[in-house]
């Protein structure tokens, strides 16, 4: 029960902000409060959310995945170049688009843990393998068009009488988040935060720290899976589609409060900040805020996350002061 309310008390500050930010929007736009306006906000915020479920098993390893916004972008315009408009091409490359998630995130996993290259170079250098495979099949300017049964989940919805049509990206988020919180809860989720929150002491501990890590990673490439499927029938196709998407989902987790380094940290939590994220720059577009200035925003919050960290690390290192010896008089 106290660990439980200790949950709910460190998660409490995101879900706060999260409701300042939908009352600040309301003020501003009063229809955004009308269950349309509101599904769309979630249609929007879903691909994010869930990237940043993925990004959470990751970082509360102790490990970064930046490899998940160029995934997102050669898993659409594979899927694009591959379909090329055939329904019948649907299910066989969207269980295509699985299986290349797994073997990235195996990759990611295997490259990390059993070769101890830090995840940051692992991560950025399959980015950059990534987008140069992008860029070389397509030289800029990808080909070929996604089905309409492809765009079903990022675009359409059920419709519900006397509410409106229900995203097909919301219940997929919902799905998720809750398929997430009992993997949490879980014999592995445990044994995921231990991992984070000291190796060492894990290992000792009879964890399988490497297998562990290596599960996260592929949870990780999975997600950005499933994120790829839902924008590439809300976004289209693009070669830019998922920029930066993976800095976006880092902030989000930080934003949720899972600290930098592992080891702490609510996956609930983390997904709110992707719904505060997404919130905010709502309320900065409806005030008329350059869009130029969500990449500051991000960076902000990823520098003043990581010197919270860096910060706290210290702390926990310093050793007490020992207490004066009283000199004889």
């Given at each position: 029960?106290r660990?439980?309310?200790?949950?709910?008390?460190?998660?409490?500050?995101?879900?706060?902000?999260?409701?300042?930010?939908?009352?600040?929007?309301?003020?501003?736009?009063?229809?955004?409060?009308?269950?349309?306006?509101?599904?769309?906000?979630?249609?929007?915020?879903?691909?994010?959310?869930?990237?940043?479920?993925?990004?959470?098993?990751?970082?509360?390893?102790g490990?970064?995945?930046?490899?998940?916004?160029?995934?997102?972008?050669?898993?659409?315009?594979?899927?694009?170049?591959?379909?090329?408009?055939?329904?019948?091409?649907?299910?066989?490359?969207?269980?295509?688009?699985?299986?290349?998630?797994?073997l990235?995130?195996?990759?990611n996993?295997?490259?990390?843990?059993?070769l101890?290259?830090?995840?940051?170079?692992?991560?950025?250098?399959?980015?950059?393998?990534?987008?140069?495979?992008?860029?070389?099949?397509?030289?800029?300017?990808?080909?070929?068009?996604?089905?309409?049964?492809?765009?079903?989940p990022?675009?359409q919805?059920?419709?519900?009488?006397?509410?409106?049509?229900?995203?097909?990206?919301?219940?997929?988020?919902?799905?998720?988040?809750a398929?997430a919180?009992?993997?949490?809860?879980?014999?592995?989720?445990h044994?995921?935060v231990?991992?984070?929150?000291?190796?060492?002491?894990?290992?000792?501990?009879?964890?399988?720290?490497?297998?562990?890590r290596?599960?996260?990673f592929?949870?990780?490439?999975?997600?950005?899976?499933?994120?790829?499927?839902?924008?590439?029938?809300?976004?289209?196709?693009?070669?830019?589609?998922?920029?930066?998407?993976?800095?976006?989902?880092?902030?989000?987790?930080?934003?949720?409060?899972?600290?930098?380094?592992?080891?702490?940290?609510?996956?609930?939590?983390?997904?709110?900040?992707?719904?505060?994220?997404?919130?905010?720059?709502?309320?900065?577009?409806?005030?008329?805020?350059?869009?130029?200035?969500?990449?500051?925003?991000?960076?902000?919050?990823?520098?003043?996350?990581?010197?919270?960290?860096?910060?706290?690390?210290?702390?926990?290192?310093?050793?007490?002061?020992?207490?004066?010896?009283?000199?004889?008089?």
């Amino acid at each position: 029960m106290r660990a439980l309310r200790d949950r709910v008390g460190a998660a409490a500050p995101v879900f706060g902000v999260l409701l300042l930010l939908l009352v600040a929007i309301a003020v501003v736009n009063p229809s955004f409060l009308e269950p349309a306006s509101l599904l769309a906000y979630l249609k929007r915020a879903a691909p994010l959310a869930i990237l940043a479920v993925g990004q959470y098993f990751v970082i509360v390893s102790g490990e970064f995945d930046l490899s998940v916004g160029s995934l997102v972008t050669v898993q659409v315009v594979v899927a694009a170049r591959l379909i090329d408009g055939d329904e019948s091409a649907t299910l066989p490359v969207i269980v295509l688009l699985v299986g290349l998630g797994l073997l990235v995130g195996l990759a990611n996993g295997l490259i990390t843990t059993r070769l101890h290259v830090p995840s940051f170079v692992t991560t950025l250098g399959m980015l950059l393998v990534l987008s140069g495979a992008v860029f070389l099949w397509t030289g800029g300017a990808p080909r070929g068009s996604l089905s309409q049964a492809f765009r079903v989940p990022g675009r359409q919805g059920i419709d519900i009488p006397g509410f409106g049509q229900v995203p097909w990206s919301a219940l997929i988020l919902i799905a998720v988040a809750a398929g997430a919180a009992v993997l949490m809860r879980s014999a592995w989720g445990h044994t995921l935060v231990a991992t984070g929150d000291n190796d060492r002491a894990a290992v000792l501990a009879g964890v399988p720290v490497a297998r562990v890590r290596t599960t996260a990673f592929v949870l990780s490439a999975l997600a950005a899976t499933v994120a790829a499927i839902l924008l590439g029938g809300f976004a289209g196709v693009s070669a830019q589609v998922g920029e930066g998407l993976e800095f976006s989902a880092i902030t989000a987790v930080v934003l949720g409060g899972v600290v930098l380094g592992g080891g702490r940290g609510s996956v609930l939590a983390a997904l709110a900040g992707a719904l505060v994220l997404e919130a905010l720059f709502t309320l900065l577009n409806l005030l008329g805020v350059s869009g130029a200035l969500e990449s500051t925003v991000q960076g902000v919050i990823i520098i003043a996350a990581v010197a919270y960290a860096a910060r706290r690390a210290g702390r926990r290192r310093r050793p007490p002061v020992p207490e004066p010896t009283p000199q004889p008089a």
